[in-house]
């Protein structure tokens, strides 16, 4: 045999393995399940677009957004700038316009040059005044508070926290180690002066009165809502990713929180030039931002405005035109890839889809039967096992939703019950608004014409009526509650003379156990009307409450109202208890005593509620039981 043959006998051998391999990889490729198919051949040519596509874009487009958004970026600080700085300013105007008022200098100089009560009741109210045309005149300020060396003042909208001291806070502190300058700014805190705990920005201005014998310096406190700059800003986050406001120390006041403040004001400090908003580059988290920071000309505050590159490009628009050309594409070549295995799947499916559309008019007994084992026979067995189930879940829904009926006719009927306690508990009481400033004016004039039982009469009065409108607060603490009944007790009191005493027992912790409200007084009422009033002897109330441990985390709190009246018969007290127990509501027995227990039952629970015990014509003990819910916790209500 020649090398010619040997050579033409190689070709052909290759020939034939290459046609085997072919062979081999047409049959894989033939095998693979439907999925794989799709998967291969649509992915291919979305990894293929998606790149091309992805290179065009950056190349085209991100210099020239970057390049936009930063013109853009410091036109709208500078206009954020300019509001704040006009908003600020109009707060340090009205508080050098008060500091110089005459009527206010005046008023505090008589007070503190003769402390006495009556100067001293005329300067609450009037600087009272003068602090909510303080507030009221810019949406900014949070609440305001004056200190002097004989007392402080207040426009008692807000409750105050008595446990601040402003001679041992850092208010003061500050003019101690640094007191040059009259104004002093600090950053973002709580609330220390009042109790409701907001994010406030204080600014204390220390000032003098000309014709104060004493001398030395009074100091204004104004503290700024921080809610209110999150809400400035908040207008400005669609341009920004985070925004934010430090002081000069770097110190966070307003904004986006979780920024190093203190870097962002070394990366910035260098980049400035005569005052213009400036711009540099931060990195937080493998995050890479755009920078852009301004300065208020009335406090030396820096607004930081972050975008990050990322977001910035993300957000690209111009390219819309060529995106939606590479989604035609991509479309076009998808469809023409999914026809590839359509054949092998359109008669299968076809019956599949008209099973499903008997299916979707509400025919839950068609079946779809398949006999092959690929992706179509276990796409008509789950569709079988979905029908089955369907039929289940649809039976069982229809047994929910009566039972769901049932439930909702009791709730609404309980929440019915509820809402007639409430009415009825708001119809036993008047709107004290006019009444409590009116009754301030009465005992501002009694004090001053030394009508003392009307100025205890008038003060007690007010309190009463205060602590009845809560702020609208169905909630409120022990020490309040007790504060309400002693101010009723009090005014009873000067009307039944020595025939009416009264004492009140309770732990100093138990006083900020919430309660609800208006609970006690109607029970004190009841004491004086049906027992101690008819009685010829001088009759007392004894208030009592107490910490009951029932079992680990279910604490229980019991206040008693004891009296030495005439006591209630046996069967009476019986009948009672009954009603009482039972959710009853007897008017003819007393309306006040019942709406106190079902108020109590509907918020609490019915383990919880009003019982009595009595001993005819020697004493009655009206005894409260409720969870014992500390401040700041949860109040579980049934609803």
């Given at each position: ?242 925004l934010l406001i430090v002081n000069e120390n770097g110190e966070f006041l307003a904004g986006s929180d979780g920024v190093n403040t203190k870097k962002l004001i070394e990366i910035v400090r260098p980049s400035v030039k005569n005052g213009s908003v400036a711009d540099s580059t931060y990195e937080q988290n493998k995050i890479k931002y755009l920078v852009f920071s301004d300065t208020l000309d009335t406090t030396g505050w820096r607004i930081f ?277 039972n959710g009853e509501t007897n008017s003819a027995d007393g309306y006040g005593i019942f709406n106190v227990n079902e108020r109590i039952r509907l918020y609490y629970g019915e383990q919880y509620g009003l019982l009595y015990e009595s001993e005819e014509g020697e004493w009655t003990k009206a005894i409260l039981t409720l969870p014992a819910v500390k401040a700041g916790n949860e109040i579980c209500i049934r609803f």
């Amino acid at each position: 045999m020649s090398w010619t043959t040997f050579g033409k006998c190689d070709i052909v051998t290759k020939k034939k393995a290459a046609k085997i391999e072919g062979e081999k990889v047409k049959r894989f490729l033939n095998n693979l399940k439907f999925k794989s198919k799709i998967l291969f051949i649509v992915g291919a040519l979305f990894f293929v677009t998606a790149t091309v596509g992805g290179i065009t874009y950056y190349h085209y487009a991100a210099q020239d957004v970057e390049k936009n958004f930063k013109a853009g970026a410091e036109d709208v600080l500078t206009q954020l700038t300019d509001t704040l700085d006009l908003r600020l300013n109009a707060v340090e105007m009205r508080v050098r316009g008060l500091v110089s008022n005459t009527t206010f200098m005046r008023t505090m100089v008589n007070y503190l040059n003769k402390p006495d009560e009556k100067n001293r009741v005329k300067a609450l109210g009037e600087v009272a005044s003068f602090l909510k045309d303080l507030e009221s005149g810019e949406s900014l300020v949070h609440s305001s508070y004056i200190y002097t060396d004989k007392g402080d003042f207040e426009n008692f909208i807000r409750m105050r926290n008595w446990s601040f001291d402003f001679k041992t806070s850092k208010f003061y502190q500050v003019y101690q180690e640094q007191g040059v300058l009259a104004v002093q700014w600090f950053p973002t805190q709580k609330d220390e002066i009042f109790k409701d705990e907001d994010d406030v920005i204080p600014y204390v201005r220390r000032f003098t009165l000309d014709g104060y014998y004493h001398g030395g310096y009074q100091y204004l406190v104004v503290q700024l809502k921080k809610a209110e700059l999150d809400r400035i800003l908040s207008g400005k986050y669609g341009y920004f990713d985070q925004l934010l406001i430090v002081n000069e120390n770097g110190e966070f006041l307003a904004g986006s929180d979780g920024v190093n403040t203190k870097k962002l004001i070394e990366i910035v400090r260098p980049s400035v030039k005569n005052g213009s908003v400036a711009d540099s580059t931060y990195e937080q988290n493998k995050i890479k931002y755009l920078v852009f920071s301004d300065t208020l000309d009335t406090t030396g505050w820096r607004i930081f405005g972050l975008r990050s590159r990322d977001s910035l490009l993300g957000s690209l628009q111009s390219l819309r035109v060529l995106i939606a050309e590479f989604t035609v594409i991509i479309f076009l070549a998808a469809f023409a890839a999914l026809l590839l295995v359509s054949n092998s799947l359109t008669a299968a499916l076809t019956r599949l889809e008209k099973r499903m559309s008997l299916v979707q008019g509400g025919d839950f007994e068609v079946r779809f039967f398949y006999p092959y084992h690929d992706e179509v026979g276990s796409l008509a067995r789950s569709f079988n096992c979905m029908l089955d189930e369907i039929e289940r879940l649809v039976k069982k829904q229809d047994e929910m939703i009566q039972e769901l009926k049932r439930e909702r006719d009791f709730v609404a009927e309980v929440q019915k019950q509820k809402r007639k306690a409430e009415l009825k508990a708001l119809q036993a009481q008047i709107n004290p608004h006019f009444l409590y400033n009116t009754l301030n004016a009465i005992t501002w004039q009694a004090v001053d014409k030394g009508e003392e039982e009307i100025s205890i009469l008038s003060s007690s009065l007010g309190r009463f009526f205060r602590i009845s409108l809560s702020k609208g607060e169905e909630v409120i603490s022990l020490r309040e509650e007790i504060e309400h009944v002693t101010s009723y007790l009090e005014i009873q009191s000067i009307r039944y003379g020595e025939k009416l005493n009264y004492d009140v027992e309770a732990d100093s912790s138990l006083m900020e156990y919430k309660v609800l409200k208006l609970i006690l007084q109607p029970l004190a009422e009841n004491s004086i009307y049906h027992g101690i009033k008819e009685k010829a002897q001088a009759g007392w109330i004894h208030i009592r409450a107490q910490l009951i441990h029932v079992d680990e985390g279910n604490d229980r709190l019991q206040i008693s109202v004891w009296d030495n009246g005439l006591g209630i018969a046996c069967d009476m007290l019986k009948k009672i208890n009954y009603s009482l127990a039972n959710g009853e509501t007897n008017s003819a027995d007393g309306y006040g005593i019942f709406n106190v227990n079902e108020r109590i039952r509907l918020y609490y629970g019915e383990q919880y509620g009003l019982l009595y015990e009595s001993e005819e014509g020697e004493w009655t003990k009206a005894i409260l039981t409720l969870p014992a819910v500390k401040a700041g916790n949860e109040i579980c209500i049934r609803f």
